[in-house]
């Protein structure tokens, strides 16, 4: 059956709905309706304004005529447009992280429990070859019972970076790193393990980027929106609307995240978690082991090695000097490490996009590994980063609720 969806956020993350319902999953729905703050932005992906367009105090009419909705706006706004939509009875896509904040939480779970409507989180890694490759091998029992995980995600001087341009480098808009990036982190080790959170520990700090960090004068962190037409249009040329400054200097005041983080999580399972995200790494990747009561498995990966850019003109751009990787081994006790032959996706997220867009739009089917993500799981994924953050700042654990739905402390 083909679906009418409407998307909420126009930006740069907007494009990979776009494409997908004008491209290969096309017979499955069809875009009929834009909601956004910046009729700019809308007009980049509405050609010669076939669709309809709705500012913000028009999207309960928007919702009126869609059978789902797309979410792609600021984290922080998440909650209000998605509650909205369940309450109208629109099924909900939305991007991680599901919101910013425990009282988001509380208000899509409560929103989710009283409605009809279903909620899907995108979590494009649980869908990379590589990732379902590690669930697979944990569920057979190889390593088996997990009592510890070893995970530790780079981002590098291009992506990192990028997170102090935008409206990401404000907490208030954002939740910081420990919500908006590690939520993928975090929902993968719950996924992973079939478990959830019950207790947080962490310290987190701004070390290398804002006025005060050692980055300062360290090297090319501008970024020039006229080098790619994309960018140039969806935020240069839209800026005079509503003065949203895409393009920020990374070390000027204003940045209130943090970019080095350590945080050890407890689960219900009794397993433990050692995790850290540092955002100013020369290369991109992430290292991840699990130790178990039969051996160990560790999977690395190497999403992009040191890169050189012409003055960092495009987030995404830069010449790899070396091949990226990944790699996956399975030790057993008393036996020699076997490696774990991983058929490479292709596309965005190790090829995890195109396995979710197909499972979004196409609906999971018979998914023995369950990688589709509701709002349960982007509940658990986002309060970590939550308790994690709350704890860097009080210096004491968090608690989970005994449902892991809220945090008691």
């Known amino acids: ?7 909420v956020g126009l930006g740069h ?26 009729r700019t932005r809308m007009s980049y992906y509405n050609p010669g ?38 309450d109208a009875g629109v099924d909900v896509i939305v991007e991680k992280p599901l919101t910013v904040d425990e009282p988001g939480c509380a208000r899509i779970a409560e929103a989710a429990a009283r409605g009809a409507a279903r909620l899907i989180v995108t979590f494009n890694y649980r869908y990379s070859p590589r990732n379902t490759a590690v669930r697979e091998l944990l569920a057979s029992g190889r390593i088996g019972r997990v009592t510890a995980v070893h995970f530790e995600w780079l981002l590098d001087t291009i992506h990192g970076a990028d997170y102090f341009r935008r409206w990401h480098r404000r907490r208030e808009h954002s939740g910081g790193l420990l ?33 005060d960090g050692a980055g300062v004068g360290s090297g090319p962190f501008g970024l020039d929106l006229r080098a790619d037409p994309r960018l140039k249009a969806l935020y240069q040329d839209a800026r005079h609307e509503d003065g949203y400054v895409r393009d920020q200097d990374v070390f000027a005041p204003g940045v209130d995240i943090d970019d080095t983080m350590s945080v050890l999580v407890r689960y219900a399972d009794q397993s433990v978690l050692t995790y850290s995200l540092t955002a100013y790494a020369p290369r991109e990747g992430y290292r991840v082991a699990f130790t178990g009561t039969r051996g160990r498995l560790e999977l690395e990966v190497s999403e992009r090695a040191w890169c050189s850019t012409d003055a960092a003109l495009d987030p995404t751009a830069g010449k790899s000097e070396e091949e990226t990787y ?9 036996k020699p490490a076997e490696e774990i032959t991983i058929t490479r996706g292709a596309g965005g997220h190790g090829g995890g996009d195109a396995l979710l867009l197909d499972d979004v739009f196409r609906g999971p089917g018979d998914d023995p590994l369950a990688r589709q993500a509701g709002w349960r799981d982007g509940i658990h994924s986002v309060l970590t980063g939550v308790a994690a953050d709350r704890s860097a700042r009080s210096g004491q654990p968090v608690h989970f609720a005994a449902d892991g739905l809220s945090l008691t402390g």
């Not at 792609?72 to 369940?86: E, F, G, P």
């Not at 990944?326 to 008393?334: D, F, M, P, S």
């Open 1 to 7: 059956m083909s679906r009418r969806y409407g998307m």
């Open 326 to 334: 990944e790699r996956l081994t399975v030790q057993e006790h008393w």
């Open 13 to 38: 993350r907007a494009q990979l709905y776009v494409d997908a319902l004008a491209g290969d999953w096309s017979d499955t729905g069809t875009l009929v309706a834009l909601c956004d703050t910046n």
């Open 49 to 86: 304004n076939r669709l309809p367009v709705y500012g913000p105090d028009q999207f309960p009419d928007m919702l009126a005529g869609i059978d789902a909705l797309i979410v792609t706006t600021v984290d922080a706004t998440h909650a209000d447009y998605v509650c909205a939509a369940l």
């Open 179 to 211: 919500v908006h990036k590690s939520t993928h982190h975090f929902d993968l080790v719950n996924w992973w393990l079939g478990s959830r959170p019950s207790l947080v520990f962490a310290q987190a700090g701004l070390r290398f980027y804002g006025p």
